[in-house]
């Protein structure tokens, strides 16, 4: 049995059909659900998701895109969770097709899941030495605002290997934006790397806040001390 029918038997053997139409209703109804909750599709998948350990990343970004394919909003999540599992096989010269990977039926969901593995490829670039921000500069000025957001939130989770100066300039490039997914996205960046640098973080803000919307702004100092 090849890994996609696999797949397909044990998602759907792993649904609950009530649950559809309440997920497909929090995506606006621009999805089909199985109706498979996350910790059960992540379940169902991983055995079948682990023999894929030492493929080419070639291979898993065929993988990807069948996936991407397949109707059940399910299926783009597996991809991701198969990505996100699969990582150490990624490289920077891959991140091209991961980025046309995410603005095929884009939504917070799959551009947020894609924003994390390609930050998880370009920390351990930053980490080898090399450009932690490739091909991150070119997705900042991007038209597409899903890859806008994916550049602004790469650098989630990393910490002391954030480079905080291209975070600040991002976040001041993109302030300007109405689009509330970038307003959240600047605010989100900021906030995760405060619990790094909390006092950068709030000199940054307060130095800004009329150019930042109030969202960003509230967001970014959310956890912050009053």
């Known amino acids: 049995m090849d890994l996609h029918a696999g797949l397909k038997i044990a998602l759907e053997a792993a649904a609950e059909p009530g649950r559809a139409a309440p997920m497909q209703a929090y995506m606006r109804d621009q999805f089909i659900f199985l109706g498979v909750a996350a910790p059960q599709r992540r379940l169902a998948a991983r055995g079948l998701l682990a023999s894929l350990k030492g493929v080419a990343a070639d291979v898993l970004l065929e993988h990807a895109q069948l996936l991407w394919q397949q109707p059940e909003r399910e299926y783009q999540h597996v991809a991701l969770d198969m990505l ?99 307003r959240k996205a600047i605010g989100w960046a900021l906030r995760d790397y405060a619990r790094h640098a909390p006092e950068a973080v709030t000199a940054f803000a307060s130095a800004h806040r009329q150019r930042l919307s109030a969202l960003s702004y509230r967001e970014a100092l959310k956890h912050q001390p009053r």
């Not at 450009?131 to 038209?143: F, I, K, S």
């Not at 957001?149 to 302030?175: C, E, P, S, Y």
């Open 84 to 182: 996100a599992l699969h990582r150490r096989q990624l490289q920077p010269e891959h991140i091209p097709a991961l980025l046309a990977l995410a603005r095929q039926r884009a939504w917070w969901d799959s551009v947020d899941g894609m924003a994390g593995i390609v930050g998880d490829v370009l920390q351990a670039e930053k980490q080898r030495g090399g450009d932690c921000h490739v091909h991150m500069d070119a997705a900042l000025r991007h038209d597409d605002f899903w890859l806008r957001r994916i550049a602004m939130l790469h650098q989630l989770g990393w910490r002391g290997d954030t480079d905080a100066g291209w975070l600040f300039d991002a976040a001041l490039a993109l302030a300007h934006e109405d689009e509330f997914f970038i």
